[in-house]
């Protein structure tokens, strides 16, 4: 249906969706691989700013302004999520 | 039509930068130049990809919203870099063998909790100096 | 009273300049960055340097360590307990002091002018 007339933007979009989803790949592969816990951390970190992206591009294919919230609150997460894992690491070996 | 080009221009501009944070955290050799990537390319791709967003619908309400996402962005992104490096740095991560200087070395004293800054044993600082110059010459 | 007066006509200039400056140096920090990621070779000194401060306020402080984290080769690290020494990872370090003046120089005085 999303490709029934495909204008530029549309292309672009699904473009964009393509390289993403490979970046995604390339940073689970350091997610799951990574040799210490910070490696892991900087991945997830990685992944979110990814999903932002994502968000953005979906949010320009539906033209649905509502998506964009999720980015609002997604960068939040991410931040407290980074900064709890640090804390953690901080409190749990030092 | 102009502002169509805008927007697919900074969507894939941007998925690009992102796809080169990606890659340079799985390329890169060690934890901290692997952040170097991540921070940089990743936000920097997210923020071009909002602003498409803003760019496409155009609306003053989105605008704002979207400039609120990327300033928040811009506040966090360096606070949670600056937390993982420290706490990677004190679990002892190993530094690239090609590092060319490591002036922290010595400066935590976990005894008492402090970072110093060595700045009133200048003599010692001075002496780290040159012998990283030498370092260098002999990388050179 | 002019003093005042001068300092509410100005300060929106300084503090527009100092945010496209600040985007002027993301943009050639990513080129960098990407430039050294996509070439095979692995062309780069990473390093660990300390400079020393001469901004006080911790606003200031914030400021300058998110600059440096974003931009070219440099992130921030630590700083010291009494707020006197930056450190900072830097990915270039062809010339030492050259980078700890361009950042003295460049980013703590352009800091320095909006946040006092």
């Known amino acids: 249906m999303i490709l029934q007339e495909l204008t530029l933007i549309k292309g672009a979009v699904l473009f964009a969706f393509f390289i993403l989803i490979i970046s995604l790949f390339l940073a689970f592969f350091r997610l799951a691989r990574g040799p210490v816990l910070p490696d892991r951390i900087v991945a997830l970190d990685l992944i979110v700013s990814l999903a932002v992206g994502l968000i953005a591009g979906y949010t320009i294919l539906t033209k649905q302004s509502v998506f964009l919230d999720t980015a609002v609150v997604l960068t939040m997460i991410a931040f407290l999520g980074t900064v709890a894992f640090a804390r953690y690491l901080e409190r749990r070996w030092l | ?140 | 009273m002019i003093n005042i007066f001068r300092k509410i006509l100005i300060k929106p200039f300084v503090i527009a300049w100092f945010v496209l400056f600040y985007l002027k140096e993301l943009f050639l920090a990513n080129m960098r960055v990407a430039h050294d990621v996509l070439t095979p070779r692995h062309r780069m000194k990473p390093g660990i340097i300390a400079i020393p401060l001469d901004i006080k306020s911790d606003l200031g402080i914030l400021a300058l360590t998110n600059l440096i984290t974003m931009t070219p080769g440099t992130l921030s690290l630590d700083v010291s307990t009494d707020g006197s020494v930056l450190y900072i990872h830097a990915m270039y370090i062809d010339d030492l002091d050259g980078l700890r003046r361009e950042i003295k120089e460049g980013f703590e005085k352009k800091v320095m002018e909006v946040f006092g």
């Open chain 2, 1 to 140: 039509m102009i502002r169509e080009w805008i927007c697919a221009i900074l969507l894939v501009s941007g998925a690009l930068f992102m796809f080169v944070g990606a890659l340079g955290v799985v390329r890169l050799p060690d934890l901290f130049t692997r952040m170097h990537a991540a921070t940089k390319s990743a936000s920097f791709g997210s923020v071009l990809m909002l602003c498409a967003v803003a760019v496409y619908f155009g609306e003053v309400w989105i605008i704002f919203e979207t400039l609120l996402v990327i300033f928040f962005i811009f506040l966090t992104t360096p606070v949670g870099t600056h937390m993982i490096g420290r706490v990677g740095y004190l679990l002892g991560t190993p530094l690239w063998q090609g590092t060319v200087i490591n002036e922290l070395q010595g400066r935590y004293n976990m005894r008492k909790r402090v970072l110093e800054s060595g700045l009133h044993d200048s003599a010692t600082q001075t002496g780290n100096e040159n012998k990283m110059d030498n370092h260098l010459n002999e990388i050179k």
